[in-house]
């Protein structure tokens, strides 16, 4: 009898499948990390339509090369299709989705039951971030909410995920099996304290860290000396985020309108001296990501490129990054990462 | 004042000292606070908190002050409002993403706080501001609830003979008593008992 009904067919969560022995989740991309290898993510941009088969045709170059598919929640404080609406698409065709859930648009009660409605849905993957101001998007006359930030965020979800119960005390029936990350910007002010504050995440919950956009290897090194220092690495994944720049112009573009963003000169001139700079920033960007890769401490990486995903596929696959992949082949190495 | 708060934090050894000496003479006046009654101070010590901390801090009254975990800078003037910062957003000159005129106030609160004794607590997680409470006093919050803390301490006291000896307390009441002793019940204790619970000096005593 039970089974005519339509909904007993289905399992979005996945509820039936336990979780391996240590892990929080079900998730692809805890998986790849736990088994210590070179795990890579990428940033997949929502489209501004209600219709399914765009975000699948944006998904589909990138499926093929990625742990994890981020899907942004209105960043830089521009409206786009949700990024909850976006990760029940991807994980209906068995995608690894990560969530990520900005403080700017949403209070606690509002955060709390998406979580739930996105570990239903068969997500695992959540990213906590503070988010943009609303300053710098399509809408600036918004109310800003920031009723969380990204690390009251971690500590909410993990409260919720272990000790099964809302901030309120409430119990929750069955807690979200989901692994938590945040977001890091090493190569921004104050750089001395940013290692402090990686830390802090990790205090709040924080599993996997995903940097954003690294163009100063010197100055990530400095961060990440930092980081080995206070042996965080250790505790933590940390993904470096990289990406190509389309040409010097839209380099300092970048460096002036998008906060956050630290593009040195040096960059900037090799874009300007190139005859192709759509090619050079490929280059640049692969020759990161293979650098990244003897970095201690880096366990992958994020690529992000706004609405370029074909590209960004391309720039995996050169990288030789996932020739590794084969089995029995990943670099073991021991993790105390909760 | 944007340029007194910047003031506070470039001396924020001091004020912690000064706040240092403050705090337990509040926790102190817990007895008489509550004999008064915390209901009627609460709009006098509101209007006097504000215009102290707000001349000196900018401060916003969220009622839930945290000053001595961010340097002295008052996280409340964050256009985020972050509890637990600074964001990804901050600019090159140290400026905040949403105001370019003014400095980051996390990145003083970080620079505060290396100058402080115990700057340190500014790693601590702190949780989301309670709405409910914005424009309570925080110095009377602070004082009820650090002289609960100190009854709360006193109580696990009192207790730990009856967690030691557990079946005894249930089977034989008078063997553990953990219930209020009049003074004449202790004719070998000289009787410096008081009313109030924060005096009292109900020490557990062997049975
Ligand atoms: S730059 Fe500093 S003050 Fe401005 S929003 Fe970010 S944390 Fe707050």
Redesign the pocket.
């Known amino acids: 009898m039970s089974a005519e009904r339509p909904e007993d067919r289905l399992d979005p969560a996945g509820l039936t499948n336990p979780v391996p022995e240590g892990h929080s989740s079900n998730s692809r991309l805890e998986r790849v990390l736990r088994s210590g290898r070179f795990a890579v993510t990428a940033e997949l941009n929502p489209p501004d339509s209600a219709n399914p088969e765009d975000v699948y045709e944006a998904a589909r170059p990138l499926s093929e090369v990625v742990d994890g598919l981020n899907a942004t929640d209105a960043s830089g404080a521009n409206c786009h299709m949700s990024s909850l609406g976006i990760c029940a698409l991807l994980t209906r065709v068995g995608y690894g989705s990560i969530l990520q859930i900005s403080c700017r648009d949403r209070n606690r009660i509002a955060i709390q039951g998406d979580v739930l409605g996105a570990a239903a849905m068969g997500v695992s993957n959540i990213l906590c971030l ?1 988010g943009d ?1 609303v300053q710098v998007g399509d809408q600036p006359g918004a109310r800003p909410v920031f009723d969380f930030d990204s690390i009251s965020l971690l500590r909410a979800l993990r409260t919720m995920r272990d000790d099964g119960m809302f901030l309120s005390g409430r119990k929750i029936k069955t807690p979200p099996k989901i692994f938590l990350g945040a977001a890091e910007n090493p190569c921004i002010p104050p750089f001395e304290t940013r290692a402090d504050r990686l830390a802090k995440k990790i205090e709040a919950g924080a599993q996997f860290i995903q940097t954003n956009y690294i163009y100063d290897l010197p100055l990530f090194e400095r961060f990440m000396n930092r980081v080995r220092d206070m042996g965080l690495d250790e505790k933590v994944y940390i993904l470096a985020g990289v990406g190509p720049l389309a040409s010097a112009k839209a380099a300092r573009w970048m460096r002036t309108n998008v ?1 956050g963003i630290h593009v040195p000169d040096h960059v900037i001139d090799r874009l300007e001296g190139a005859e192709k700079p759509g090619l050079e920033g490929k280059k640049i960007c692969i020759e990161i990501i293979q650098q990244m890769r003897e970095v201690k401490g880096v366990a992958g990486v994020h690529v992000m490129a706004y609405r370029r995903e074909e590209l960004v596929s391309d720039i995996i696959s050169e990288s030789g990054v996932l020739e590794h992949r084969h089995a029995g082949t990943g670099r073991r190495r021991k993790r105390t990462a909760g | 004042m944007y340029a007194v708060r910047r003031f506070a934090v470039r001396h924020s050894r001091f004020f912690e000292w000064v706040y240092n000496c403050f705090e337990p003479a509040m926790v102190l006046l817990d007895p008489i606070f509550r004999r008064v009654g915390y209901n009627r101070l609460e709009a006098p010590v509101v209007l006097f908190e504000k215009t102290v901390k707000g001349l000196l801090f900018d401060c916003k009254m969220c009622g839930q002050c945290v000053l001595s975990s961010t340097g002295m800078s008052c ?1 409340m ?6 509890r637990n ?7 090159e000159n140290g ?5 370019p005129a ?6 003083d609160a970080w620079e505060g706080a290396s100058r402080m004794k115990s700057g340190d607590k500014i790693t601590t997680v702190q949780p989301p501001v309670d709405r409910s409470l914005e424009g309570s006093s925080s110095w009377l919050r602070v004082a009820r609830e650090m002289a609960e803390q100190k009854r709360a301490t006193k109580e696990a006291e009192r207790h730990a003979m009856a967690e030691a000896f557990p079946e005894a307390h249930l089977e034989e009441p008078a063997a553990v008593p953990l219930a209020y002793e009049p003074s004449a019940a202790r004719p070998h204790r000289e009787a410096t008992e008081s009313t109030t619970v924060f005096e009292s000096g109900s020490k557990k005593e062997g049975a």
């Open positions: 503070t101001g906060p | 996280p003037n964050c256009p985020k409002n972050l910062g600074p964001c990804g957003g901050v600019r400026n905040c993403e949403v105001k003014m400095k980051c106030v996390w990145v």
